[in-house]
Each structure stands twice: as structure tokens, then as C-alpha cells.
């Protein structure tokens, strides 16, 4: 079955650190994101991609980079972790038809921990 | 801009009762859906229902139903027969499909007691 896996599940790192947090998804969809969800919140956007080399911002971008290098992947690097990027990160991805974007399903999630 | 308000951080219902979740949003787009998503106490986030803008008919998954009232920008989530699996968060979310990107509501936390 097709499916979208985030690794690792669980990162605790020291603040200044470089992490990359991966995503790969196996339903050949175009469009891939990534959230935060802060304790007790919402998701906000980080990044977003609608297909190969594209990447755009979200609400919440800063400290935050992706690259698309092919459908399946899409990483999230931390450029130098602060304490405030603690959190649980979200990948999910999604289909585009002739309405528009589609359904969005979510990866199990990443834990991190900046210390 | 487009935003998804939750009136009701948590809320509680007995066990093989009704309960209903409030949400509103606000959008200047024509296409858009709409959803519920659960979120356990394991985090992964699970798609409850998603209701189509343009549809006036209230989509129904199994015991989960929503009423859209698209004047009023409102989408509420309904669980009748409540389980004690049904605990978790429960967001609602609004999704822009001609930017593709979505917004979602801090989450209203629904316990079901035994």
C-alpha cells in the first residue's frame, strides 16, 4: 500500500546543530508539505512544494529549508536548531486535479527536541 | 488571509451519546474543502470527513456527520454513538485548493467517558 513515512520519529539535538528531518512519500503525489504543531495547537505551514525543484514559504519558514529533488522526498533541514523549534513536525502530501488541490494526507510525525 | 476558529478548547460527552464540535472559518475563496481531522494521544493526525464547498449536501462517514452552512462559514462535526476510541483532538481545517495550502483550527480536545 502506498504510504507517506517521516524518520526519524523521535530527535533530540543541542541548539546550533544542523538536523534534516526526512519525508518520503510512495503515492507518486505531486505536492508535499510540511507543519509544526506547537503543544496544544494547530498546524502551521513551514514549507510546501507542488512538484520537482519547486519550493515556497509558508506562514512560518524562518530557520527552516526544503529541497525537491525528485517526487518522493521532500526534507526538512534546520540550517542552526534553537530551543523555539522544539516540536512535532508534520509531512503530508497531496494530489492536484482539474479542481485543484486534493486531500491531504499526513506522515506519523517527528518529535523534536532542541536542548 | 483565510482563518479556522475552534470556539471550544475541550469538551466531554458520555459514552453512546451525541456530541457536536463547533467550528467557523473565514475565507475570500470560491473553491475550497473542508475537514476533520482526529489526532490521538499517538499524534498521527487521521482524516475524519471533508466536505466539498460547492456540494450543499452534508457529508456523512459512517457515525461522524457535519452540518455546513456555508453562509454562515460554519462546519461543525457531529459523532453520535460516541466510543471511547473517539478521545482525542479533533481538528478542523480549511483547505484553499487553487493555492493548495491549508489552514487549521487549534484543535477542540473531546473526551468520551465511560
Known amino acids: 500500500d502506498a504510504e507517506i513515512t517521516q524518520s526519524p520519529r523521535h530527535k533530540i539535538t543541542e541548539t546550533g546543530r544542523q538536523v534534516t528531518l526526512a519525508c518520503h512519500q510512495t503515492w507518486n503525489h505531486n505536492n508535499m508539505f510540511w507543519y509544526r504543531q506547537d503543544l496544544g495547537h494547530g498546524l502551521r505551514l513551514i514549507h510546501y512544494s507542488y512538484g520537482v525543484h519547486d519550493t515556497n514559504k509558508g506562514e512560518v519558514s524562518d530557520g527552516y529549508s526544503v529541497s525537491r529533488s525528485n517526487t518522493e522526498d521532500l526534507p526538512l533541514t534546520l540550517e542552526s536548531a534553537a530551543s523555539s523549534q522544539t516540536s512535532v513536525y508534520f509531512c503530508?502530501?497531496?494530489?492536484?486535479?482539474?479542481?485543484?488541490?486534493?486531500?491531504?494526507?499526513f506522515g506519523p510525525g517527528t518529535r523534536l527536541l532542541v536542548l | 488571509a483565510q482563518t479556522v476558529t475552534q470556539s471550544q478548547p475541550e469538551m466531554s460527552v458520555q459514552e453512546a451519546e451525541t456530541v457536536t464540535l463547533s467550528c467557523t472559518y473565514d475565507?475570500?475563496?470560491?473553491?475550497?474543502?473542508l475537514f476533520w481531522y482526529k489526532q490521538p494521544p499517538s499524534r498521527q493526525m487521521i482524516l475524519v470527513i471533508r466536505q466539498e464547498a460547492y456540494k450543499q449536501q452534508n457529508a456523512t462517514e459512517n457515525r461522524f456527520s457535519v452540518n455546513f452552512q456555508k453562509a454562515a462559514k460554519s462546519f461543525s462535526l457531529k459523532i453520535s454513538d460516541s466510543q471511547l476510541g473517539d478521545t482525542a483532538m479533533y481538528f478542523c481545517a480549511l483547505l484553499n485548493t487553487n493555492a493548495g495550502k491549508s489552514t487549521f483550527g487549534d484543535g477542540t480536545t473531546l473526551t468520551v467517558k465511560p
Open positions: 503530508a502530501s497531496s494530489e492536484s486535479n482539474q479542481g485543484g488541490q486534493e486531500t491531504q494526507y
Open positions: 475565507t475570500s475563496e470560491n473553491n475550497y474543502y
